[in-house]
């Protein structure tokens, strides 16, 4: 077999794990859901007579079509990196690396092998949609040449993904933290070309500077960018394939493409260099390196030894390494430059405008929401790896063993988890700060802000520890923590979105937007912003408000409570049927 022994055991091995077939079974729910919802936008838009007509059923294939094209995509983004970016990374976690390289497969059959086995699992989900857009083709309105498009940028992102994640496996000690390398690097490569463009329109980049291969390095980044691809080259949005650019299309496979086979073979190069220099490292080079850093602030360790050792212990926190601290500094200093230049902005109106606040609230309404949408995030995956990295490691029967609590367990991990996304939280409440020079009052809004923020990262903390707690590996355990939040946190609504655009602005339909989670977070902007305007946007937000953050309050100590009073039937420190029974007979 050409690509190697690797790609047999991995399809084998891998191909079998439950998850995959409840992915796939799960994404052709959401399609057949997104069929549904096209259906009844098209038939409610429906003129005339109540009978389908030929122009009627081509509305309706086009509508399925592009809610098709995009929930592929967003899918393929989603699961694609998560499948990879363990390939590496598990292996050097679970100490089987050295296994591969004592014998006599080259790095190419290794990080080939890996490739196409997951590029084979990637192409199984992706084909699920197939038939289903197939029989939608029946009635008419997409053309051949518009499906090949939308395939083609799908399969040549998945196979950027794919290599992409495996690059960074490489470099990455644990799954967990490759994870939230490959994530942070998607952002700043689909966000940087926005960034760029607007740093110059500011002209905060000089035109020289722009001029000299800025502008094409961020024409470069779009062409990678499928997003960004699909809208531009699909044209006519009213007629599928009027306008359709196929040359943009190719264009965008080819940078795809040579962005992939970059990332493998500098994965090929590097596999058994990264891990044998990080293996064979002297412990005086560890202790010259120590030395170099900046002197940490350590309390004692207290009564409280969980919570000291996720606060200051190097092995709790995670790693970014190179790429994910560039990509974070990126996306951090893009944050504060582009707040400073609103807030000036702004300010400069103030003398000629009567409520010069008014494109600042509206920044800032963005900002919390994307922005406390991604700490979040990035604070559920943290806590989801806390208790599974201690079961791979083979430290939790050490943990269990000491007469620690199950309470104090959970505890020490849950605060010091909340304790790790600080500096994050710094740069937000510096944005929302600045909005008091303008006006004080806003003192209540950004109180209402933080509790808000307070109560959902309590919840996403408390469901990472709990899929921490019930899984045995962390891979398993960020799987079903981030999938549940990004569903239950408002992917749901896009499977909606076609029946609320043919919809009206019920307060029924608002409300149902309550557990959309950039909603809760901007909506104390939104609602300060309609109070002081003298109207209220909806009647219906300051309920749907209500109902969200009580309900994740709830569910948040639901989840605290479950994982303390059943902490020892989880964990094996108690035989199960041994407790009901004293507990019945007590």
């Known amino acids: 077999m050409l690509p190697g022994p690797i790609f047999r055991v991995e399809l084998v091995t891998v191909a079998r794990r439950r998850r995959y077939f409840v992915l796939r079974v799960i994404y052709a729910a959401l399609i057949l859901l997104v069929l549904w919802t096209t259906y009844s936008s098209t038939s409610y838009l429906r003129f005339g007579t109540g009978s389908?007509?030929?122009?009627?059923?081509?509305?309706?294939?086009?509508?399925?079509?592009?809610?098709?094209?995009?929930?592929?995509?967003?899918?393929?983004l989603a699961v694609g990196p998560a499948m990879a970016v363990g390939t590496i990374a598990t292996e050097r976690e679970r100490r089987t690396i050295e296994y591969l390289f004592a014998t006599d497969l080259s790095n190419a059959e290794i990080i080939l092998g890996k490739t196409f086995a997951r590029l084979t699992l990637l192409g199984q989900f992706v084909l699920v949609g197939l038939p289903i857009l197939f029989l939608f083709r029946i009635m008419g309105g997409i053309p051949a040449q518009a499906l090949t498009a939308s395939f083609l940028i799908t399969a040549s992102t998945a196979v950027m993904l794919t290599a992409l994640s495996i690059c960074v496996s490489v470099w990455s000690p644990r799954a967990r933290d490759g994870t939230v390398r490959?994530?942070?690097l998607l952002i700043v490569l689909f966000l940087l070309p926005a960034i760029l463009y607007g740093f110059h329109q500011a002209n905060v980049i000089p035109d020289y500077a722009w001029d000299s291969g800025?502008?094409?390095?961020?024409?470069?980044?779009?062409?990678?960018?499928?997003?960004?691809?699909?809208?531009?080259?699909?044209?006519n949005t009213s007629a599928v394939g009027i306008g359709l650019d196929m040359g943009l299309v190719m264009s965008s496979v080819g940078a795809q493409m040579l962005v992939s086979v970059f990332a493998l073979g500098l994965a090929t190069f590097a596999v058994r260099r990264v891990h044998l220099s990080e293996t064979t490292r002297s412990a005086v080079g560890n202790s010259r390196l120590r030395n170099l850093r900046l002197p940490k602030f350590r309390r004692p360790l207290g009564k409280r030894p969980v919570l000291w050792k996720e606060m200051f212990s190097e092995t709790s926190t995670t790693k970014f390494g190179y790429v994910g601290w560039i990509a974070l500094m990126i996306l951090l200093m893009s944050i504060l430059v582009m707040t400073i230049l609103v807030f000036v902005n702004a300010f400069d109106d103030s003398r000629y405008r009567s409520h010069p606040t008014d494109d600042y609230l509206e920044y800032l309404v963005g900002l919390t929401g994307a922005m406390g949408s991604v700490i979040l995030l990035l604070l559920a995956a943290r806590a989801a790896g806390l208790i599974a990295q201690e079961k791979e490691r083979d430290c939790w029967t050490s943990l269990l063993s000491t007469p620690l609590s199950g309470g104090e367990i959970i505890d020490g991990k849950q605060w010091g988890n909340l304790y790790s996304?600080?500096?994050?939280?710094?740069?937000l409440v510096f944005a929302w700060l600045l909005e008091l020079l303008f006006m004080p009052d806003f003192i209540w809004a950004l109180l209402v802000s933080g509790l808000t923020f307070a109560v959902l990262a309590f919840y996403t903390t408390n469901l990472g520890l709990f899929f921490s707690l019930r899984s045995a590996t962390t891979m398993r355990a960020m799987?079903?923590?981030?999938?549940?939040?990004?569903?239950?946190?408002?992917?749901?609504?896009?499977?909606?979105?076609?029946?609320?655009?043919?919809g009206g602005g019920s307060n029924e339909m608002v409300i149902f937007m309550a557990p959309c989670i950039p909603m809760l977070l901007a909506l104390p902007t939104v609602l300060y912003e309609d109070f002081f305007g003298g109207s209220l946007w909806d009647e219906g937000l300051p309920i749907a408000y209500c109902i969200g953050i009580i309900g994740y309050l709830?569910?948040?100590?639901?989840?605290?409570?479950?994982?303390?009073?059943?902490?020892?039937?989880?964990a094996g420190r108690t035989d199960s049927a041994k407790r009901r029974e004293h507990n019945i007979t007590a």
């Not at 996304?421 to 740069?427: A, C, D, E, F």
């Open 52 to 76: 389908n007509s030929i122009r009627n059923s081509a509305r309706q294939a086009a509508g399925f079509f592009y809610s098709f094209s995009w929930l592929q995509l967003l899918a393929i």
């Open 479 to 502: 799987g079903l923590t981030l999938a549940t939040i990004i569903f239950c946190g408002g992917g749901y609504l896009f499977c909606c979105c076609v029946v609320f655009a043919g």
């Open 214 to 235: 800025l502008s094409s390095f961020a024409e470069f980044l779009i062409s990678i960018n499928p997003f960004a691809i699909l809208t531009r080259a699909m044209g």
């Open 421 to 427: 996304s600080r500096w994050l939280i710094l740069v």
């Open 182 to 184: 490959i994530y942070l």
């Open 554 to 570: 709830a569910a948040g100590i639901g989840l605290n409570l479950h994982m303390k009073s059943f902490f020892d039937d989880y």
